[in-house]
């Protein structure tokens, strides 16, 4: 089956760990009745293993712009969605997160954005989501991350501030968690963190 998706698939697909064609020959066994997480588990799920299934997927993404024959592209969506389903059951990667997010945009797949939106609260840390914000240009995927970021716990989002890379990051999300969550500790902790800056300054 492999060999017919295309040789960009095929060189990816050669490249994978057995471990990793195990699984994913045993998620599309088990059919549309068994989640993606279950049979997942069954396998040992690593940062390989999320690598692996993300340069999958963009393989078998761009080899469906090449176009092909009705059947060949049945079988190339069938093993692409199998990707996106575990990766977006596994995975807790922002790299990851933006693949898909782009990917139900594209597809003008709302509900899916919305799972993922779900997805992101459920298992991403704060760092993780603070990189999705960093990484990406997408609108609507920096307005999931920011809304996502504010709506933790004010001790998951205070270790970002201390980071160069997502201070600013943190404090957008706390002014979110401020005034449109109307939470009155994260505006006291700007008002702190105001009065450092003014002290600092001076």
């Not at 066994?29 to 588990?41: L, W």
């Not at 092909?68 to 922002?94: K, P, R």
């Amino acid at each position: 089956m492999i060999k017919d998706l295309g040789a960009g698939v095929v060189s990816v697909w050669e490249g994978l760990r057995p471990i990793t064609k195990k699984m994913l020959e045993g998620v599309m066994s088990a059919g549309i009745n068994t989640p993606p997480t279950n049979s997942a588990q069954k396998f040992s799920y690593d940062a390989h293993a999320d690598w692996e299934l993300s340069r999958l997927l963009t393989a078998l993404d761009e080899q469906t712009k090449k176009g092909s024959n009705a059947d060949i592209l049945h079988e190339i969506a069938q093993l692409a969605e199998t990707c996106a389903s575990v990766l977006e059951a596994q995975s807790g990667s922002a790299e990851v997160f933006i693949q898909l997010a782009e990917r139900a945009i594209k597809q003008h797949n709302y509900n899916k954005l919305d799972k993922l939106a779900d997805r992101l609260s459920e298992r991403f840390s704060s760092g993780e989501i603070a990189e999705i914000v960093r990484q990406t240009d997408v609108p609507q995927i920096r307005a999931i991350a920011y809304e996502t970021l504010a709506l933790l716990p004010i001790p998951s989002i205070l270790p970002l501030l201390d980071d160069p890379l997502y201070s600013d990051i943190a404090a957008n999300a706390l002014e979110q968690k401020a005034y449109e969550y109307d939470s009155e500790e994260a505006r006291d902790l700007l008002d702190q963190l105001d009065l450092g800056n003014e002290i600092r300054s001076d």
